[in-house]
């Protein structure tokens, strides 16, 4: 049961990254990958809204956010073997590259597109957010308090 756990884990792993990353980024990517199976579609890439939900402080009470567009679709290659997607936006280009990324990581490929799409992309993903942070971190402001020795 624990290999299935890990397997459950990496999956996720590499799904919410591929449904996080922009567009522009994951597009140059994959369009490194020379070889690119034959699929049919499961359901073709459709776009629609979700409600995101949030807690106070990530503890308290769900409530209700707002929606998001999200494009979904899933595939099937030759062999078989299913690839889901679920990426914000309106992309059915993205969506695509997302489901037969899931669907060959499932496959014998998966080092190949490891190396040259997820790899890649977790990288430029965690510059750009160290990049936001360090922009958010020069604006922070510290307050401290003064003693005034009346005490």
């Known amino acids: 049961m624990a290999e299935q756990e890990k397997e459950t884990a990496a ?7 591929l449904a996080r990353a922009p567009e522009a980024m994951l597009m140059a990517l994959w369009n490194r990958v020379e070889e690119r199976p034959a ?3 499961l359901r ?8 995101v939900r949030g807690r106070a402080g ?6 209700n956010l707002g929606e998001m567009t999200v494009t979904r679709c899933a595939l ?3 062999d078989g073997t299913v690839g889901h997607a679920y990426v914000q936006g309106r992309s059915r280009a ?4 997302a489901a037969l990324i899931d669907a060959l990581m ?10 040259l799409v997820l790899d890649p992309l977790a ?8 990049g936001r942070a360090a922009r958010a971190a020069a604006t922070k402001v510290e307050f401290f308090t003064l003693v005034r020795g009346e005490d």
């Open 94 to 97: 993205k969506a695509e590259a």
């Open 44 to 51: 073709a890439p459709e776009t629609g809204g979700v409600m």
């Open 11 to 17: 999956r996720q792993g590499w799904m919410g990254l």
């Open 106 to 115: 499932q496959t014998a490929a998966a080092d190949t597109i490891r190396a």
């Open 39 to 41: 699929f049919d579609w």
């Open 58 to 63: 990530g503890t308290g009470a769900p409530f």
């Open 76 to 78: 099937a290659l030759a």
């Open 123 to 130: 990288a430029q993903m965690a510059e750009r957010s160290e």
